[in-house]
T-cell receptor
Framework: AQSVTQLDSQVPVFEEAPVELRCNYS??????LFWYVQYPNQGLQLLLK??????LVKGINGFEAEFNKSQTSFHLRKPSVHISDTAEYFC?????????????FGTGTRLTVIP | DVKVTQSSRYLVKRTGEKVFLECVQD?????MFWYRQDPGLGLRLIYF???????EKGDIPEGYSVSREKKERFSLILESASTNQTSMYLC?????????????FGEGSWLTVV
């Protein structure tokens, strides 16, 4: 069975400070990894994804994430956050299996950037 | 750009009412989804459609049904709304439902059942 764990439900951080949002997954098969962002009162949009190749993935708005297979993690980082980064961030895992649902979401991390 | 449009952003309905949530995508995507989003629970898949008139149950289909009469339109139906269906509903689509493909989301429909 697949699962995605986002350990921190809320992360407050001061403007221009670095941030790391943690994501761990469990899967017995190969995975593809995603981070989606949801700004207030909006739907989700893709921030970045890992399919294969380099384990460091760069996304939009200065975010990056690193795939660590041995630790089954895909943590999201940004070296200096802005007020506009305040949003909810969802980690997701996609697996190669038949059936209706091969995409599994974490429970989300609410990032609040403090001026 | 892919656009997934949910026509109703905010709805208030009474218990027992029949509720329709409509979703339209403009990219000729084959696959469409309805998710429910609740605090602390993330996104949970209600139903999935991989073609016109085709559907599959997701993780939480109870109390819901769907309709896909045209490729671009996917409707979520609450036959008899209940207060525990108060939630944010997200529609999504993708062209080829393979692992690794990006899924595109609408802006969400906030439903309150009183």
């Amino acid at each position: 069975a697949q699962s995605v764990t986002q350990l921190d439900s809320q992360v407050p951080v001061f403007e221009e400070a670095p941030v790391e949002l943690r994501c761990n997954y469990s899967s017995s098969v190969s995975v593809y990894l995603f981070w989606y962002v949801q700004y207030p009162n909006q739907g989700l949009q893709l921030l970045l994804k890992y399919l294969s190749g380099s384990t460091l993935v760069k996304g939009i708005n200065g975010f990056e994430a690193e795939f660590n297979k041995s630790q089954t993690s895909f943590h999201l980082r940004k070296p200096s956050v802005h007020i506009s980064d305040t949003a909810e961030y969802f980690c997701a895992v996609s697996v190669d299996q038949t059936g209706a649902n091969n995409l599994f979401f974490g429970t989300g991390t609410r990032l609040t950037v403090i001026p | 750009d892919v656009k997934v449009t949910q026509s109703s952003r905010y709805l208030v309905k009474r218990t027992g009412e029949k509720v329709f949530l409509e979703c339209v995508q403009d990219m000729d995507h084959e696959n469409m989804f309805w998710y429910r989003q609740d605090p602390g629970l993330g996104l949970r898949l209600i139903y999935f459609s991989y073609d016109v008139k085709m559907k599959e149950k997701g993780d939480i289909p109870e109390g819901y049904s769907v309709s896909r009469e045209k490729k671009e339109r996917f409707s979520l139906i609450l036959e008899s709304a209940s207060t525990n269906q108060t939630s944010m509903y997200l529609c999504a689509s993708t062209d080829n439902y393979r692992p690794g493909n990006t899924i595109y989301f609408g802006e969400g429909s906030w439903l309150t059942v009183v």
